[in-house]
C-alpha cells in the first residue's frame, strides 16, 4: 500500500462526496482501508491460484506414475503370454 495510492483514493472519494471541507482524514481513512482490503484480497486471490497449480501438478505427477504403472502392468502381460 503507498501513499500515492491512498492520496488519489482519497482524492476520488472526496469529489464524490462533494469536496467538502474537513473531511480530509475520514477519506484518508477509507482509502486506507479500501486499499488494505484489496491487497488482502489480492494476496488471498495469489494463495488460490498458487494451490490450484500446485494440485495440478500433483494430478500431472499422479498420472505419470499411473501411466508408467499401467504400461508396466501391460508389458508383463505381454511377457508372460509370450512365454
Known sequence: MT???ISHRA???WEQAGKP???HEE???EASLQI???D???MADEKVV???VAGTRRLRTH????TVAARQMAEKKAVGHLS
Open 11 to 13: 482524492y476520488i472519494l
Open 3 to 5: 501513499i500515492e495510492r
Open 40 to 42: 488482502g484480497q489480492i
Open 27 to 29: 477519506h484518508w481513512r
Open 63 to 66: 498420472s505419470q506414475k499411473m
Open 50 to 52: 498458487a494451490k490450484a
Open 36 to 38: 488494505a482490503d484489496e
Open 21 to 23: 471541507d474537513g473531511a
